[in-house]
């Protein structure tokens, strides 16, 4: 990779310090980017990350601070002001309109014109460059983006930002939602501009990814830097872990088993969903923890969630303590003890603007309803007890729940099921943004709640994970069930080559 003389840096940042209403974002933040480089920032989920890339993207303005570019004191006053200086983002949600045509997105807010008319073919034209520059010719600029894959959208907003000339590029965990190969793509095409003098800020809570692909770390810990500059080279995962969280954890995944499995709790069988999967049967036993392993597309997200009753399967049954439920009924499926949490949580799971209470109760409103009124104290203390008993941080019961980190946005999720007492606890990707402290406690919680005779059924893209704290493994692949067996009789090569090669064993 391209290394710039580090006495000037591209970008540098001094003492940043943003305050938001009862709270301190950032609270002195330093670090610097060099050309050509994948600067790694790293922290647990509330440690300011996130504060401190809309800094640079000109959505939050500093409380006081320097921001130095080429040596030169600047004011990110705004996202046109980042996009002007050279700093694209690439949020984790990414901001790519569906309805839009590939070139229509790569150049909104700065449409090719002459006129007032807009020049459609110098456009399709560019877009063709850039998307070969990116590795990706297969790509149409004719194409329309909501038909593309998470990882083809991912290429349109690097695009996006190399058609602005930027010279930081700062991705937002970019992999989050993308296999192995397609993650071994991005990988190509960030060393691909890196190569040409482009600087990526990195964000990621997969620490292995950082060993393949950064050059130096930052690590934030409750709005302040306490390492910057590391290399990745001479730092070791207990290291980094230890500096983002204040102690040493082990990836334990919850420790061993203390519960009994017992009776058959879910049953699955022959369910299929038309061109999605088919032949899908399998069974959860009360206190036994099933994991579904398989690339993103392979079915995984689409078997739980028909199971959940929020897609209506097209053939099969799904059981609850011998009682079949209705195809495509979510409250039938509630009714019988069913919970989900959803691999979207912000989207499809959590009130972003309501408070934690009424995000812990939603699913339970019943049980706090007399004469067609809520009895809220009686909400609030149910409410309330959850969130001291799962340590959620801040305990305010009252606080949006937007403004909680990821890792306590899962609690809270986990608390709504426990108001509820739901027998079968369905988790789509629980550890999904969630820093490595918040995902020992995660792992834990998980572990309690079988042992306390819930039947867990989990979805994780991370192979270790699901063989980790699963007890059975389901490898899924094109939408069929490839292998099923105990998760300690089968190895991570072993799930992979099965999902590669798509066939039984």
């Given at each position: 990779?391209?290394?710039?003389?580090p006495?000037?840096?591209?970008?540098?940042v001094?003492?940043?310090?943003k305050?938001?209403?009862?709270?301190?974002?950032?609270?002195?933040?330093d670090?610097?980017?060099?050309?050509?480089?994948?600067?790694?920032?790293?922290?647990?989920n509330?440690?300011?990350?996130?504060?401190?890339?809309?800094?640079?993207?000109?959505?939050?303005?500093?409380?006081?601070?320097?921001?130095?570019?080429?040596?030169?004191?600047?004011?990110?006053?705004?996202?046109?002001?980042?996009?002007?200086?050279?700093?694209?983002?690439?949020?984790?949600?990414?901001?790519?309109?569906?309805?839009?045509?590939?070139?229509?997105?790569?150049?909104?807010?700065?449409?090719?014109?002459?006129?007032?008319?807009?020049?459609?073919?110098?456009?399709?034209?560019?877009?063709?460059?850039?998307?070969?520059?990116?590795?990706h010719?297969?790509?149409?600029?004719?194409?329309?983006?909501?038909?593309?894959?998470?990882?083809?959208?991912q290429?349109?907003?690097?695009?996006?930002?190399?058609?602005?000339?930027?010279?930081?590029?700062?991705?937002?965990?970019?992999?989050?939602?993308?296999?192995?190969?397609?993650?071994?793509?991005?990988?190509?095409?960030?060393?691909?501009?890196?190569?040409e003098?482009?600087?990526?800020?990195?964000i990621?809570?997969?620490?292995?990814?950082?060993?393949?692909?950064?050059?130096?770390?930052t690590?934030?810990?409750?709005?302040?830097?306490?390492a910057?500059?590391?290399?990745?080279?001479?730092t070791?995962?207990?290291?980094l872990?230890e500096?983002?969280?204040?102690?040493?954890?082990?990836?334990?995944?919850?420790g061993?088993r203390?519960?009994?499995?017992?009776?058959?709790?879910?049953?699955?069988?022959?369910l299929?969903?038309?061109?999605?999967?088919?032949?899908?049967?399998?069974?959860?036993?009360?206190?036994?923890?099933?994991?579904?392993?398989?690339?993103?597309?392979?079915?995984?997200s689409?078997i739980v969630?028909?199971?959940?009753?929020?897609?209506?399967?097209?053939?099969?049954?799904?059981?609850?303590?011998?009682?079949?439920?209705?195809?495509?009924?979510?409250?039938?499926?509630?009714?019988?003890?069913?919970?989900?949490?959803?691999?979207?949580?912000?989207?499809?799971?959590?009130?972003?603007?309501?408070p934690v209470?009424?995000?812990?109760?939603?699913?339970?409103f019943?049980?706090?309803?007399?004469?067609?009124?809520?009895?809220?104290?009686?909400?609030?203390?149910?409410?309330?007890?959850?969130?001291?008993?799962?340590?959620?941080?801040?305990g305010?019961?009252?606080?949006?729940?937007?403004?909680?980190?990821?890792?306590?946005q899962?609690?809270?999720?986990?608390?709504?099921?426990?108001?509820?007492?739901?027998?079968?606890?369905?988790?789509?990707?629980?550890?999904?943004?969630?820093?490595?402290?918040?995902?020992?406690?995660?792992?834990?919680?998980?572990?309690?709640?079988?042992a306390?005779?819930a039947?867990?059924l989990?979805?994780?893209?991370?192979?270790?994970e699901?063989?980790?704290?699963?007890?059975?493994?389901?490898?899924?692949?094109?939408?069929?069930?490839?292998?099923?067996?105990?998760?300690?009789?089968i190895d991570?090569?072993?799930?992979?080559?099965?999902?590669?090669?798509?066939?039984?064993v």
């Open positions: 990779m391209v290394t710039a003389d006495s000037t840096p591209l970008l540098s001094t003492g940043l310090i305050h938001f209403p009862g709270a301190k974002a950032l609270d002195g933040v670090f610097d980017v060099r050309t050509g480089e994948v600067h790694c920032l790293l922290g647990q509330g440690a300011g990350k996130s504060t401190l890339i809309k800094v640079l993207a000109g959505a939050h303005q500093l409380d006081s601070g320097q921001v130095r570019w080429n040596g030169e004191d600047v004011t990110i006053a705004s996202p046109s002001v980042a996009l002007e200086i050279g700093i694209a983002t690439m949020y984790q949600e990414l901001d790519v309109v569906d309805g839009l045509s590939v070139a229509e997105n790569i150049f909104l807010g700065h449409e090719l014109a002459r006129g007032g008319v807009l020049r459609r073919g110098e456009a399709h034209d560019r877009t063709r460059k850039l998307l070969a520059r990116l590795g010719p297969e790509i149409r600029p004719g194409q329309e983006v909501g038909q593309l894959s998470a990882a083809g959208r290429i349109v907003s690097m695009a996006r930002a190399l058609s602005r000339n930027a010279r930081v590029i700062v991705m937002d965990e970019p992999s989050a939602v993308l296999d192995p190969e397609e993650v071994d793509n991005l990988f190509k095409v960030v060393e691909s501009v890196t190569a003098g482009v600087a990526v800020i990195y990621s809570h997969r620490l292995e990814e950082i060993r393949r692909i950064g050059d130096r770390i690590v934030l810990k409750d709005g302040k830097t306490v910057s500059g590391l290399q990745v080279s001479e070791s995962t207990p290291e872990i500096l983002m969280t204040g102690r040493v954890i082990a990836a334990d995944f919850g061993a203390t519960g009994e499995i017992g009776e058959v709790r879910l049953e699955v069988e022959d299929e969903l038309a061109g999605v999967f088919e032949h899908v049967s399998f069974t959860v036993r009360a206190g036994e923890i099933v994991g579904l392993a398989g690339l993103v597309g392979a079915g995984r689409e969630e028909s199971v959940y009753g929020a897609r209506t399967s097209t053939g099969g049954t799904v059981r609850v303590n011998g009682k079949a439920l209705r195809r495509g009924s979510v409250e039938r499926a509630v009714a019988h003890g069913i919970g989900l949490a959803p691999e979207e949580r912000k989207s499809q799971g959590l009130l972003l603007d309501e209470y009424r995000n812990i109760t939603l699913s339970t019943a049980r706090f309803a007399r004469g067609g009124f809520l009895k809220e104290r009686a909400e609030r203390a149910a409410a309330r007890e959850q969130i001291e008993s799962l340590q959620l941080a801040p305010d019961p009252d606080r949006r729940i937007r403004t909680l980190s990821g890792g306590n899962q609690k809270a999720m986990l608390a709504r099921w426990l108001v509820h007492g739901c027998e079968v606890l369905i988790l789509d990707e629980p550890t999904r943004g969630v820093d490595v402290g918040a995902r020992a406690e995660i792992y834990a919680l998980i572990r309690t709640l079988a306390q005779g039947a867990v989990m979805v994780s893209s991370e192979i270790e699901v063989l980790g704290l699963a007890d059975r493994v389901l490898v899924i692949a094109d939408g069929r069930v490839v292998h099923e067996g105990p998760a300690d009789q991570e090569h072993g799930v992979l080559d099965l999902i590669m090669e798509g066939t039984s």
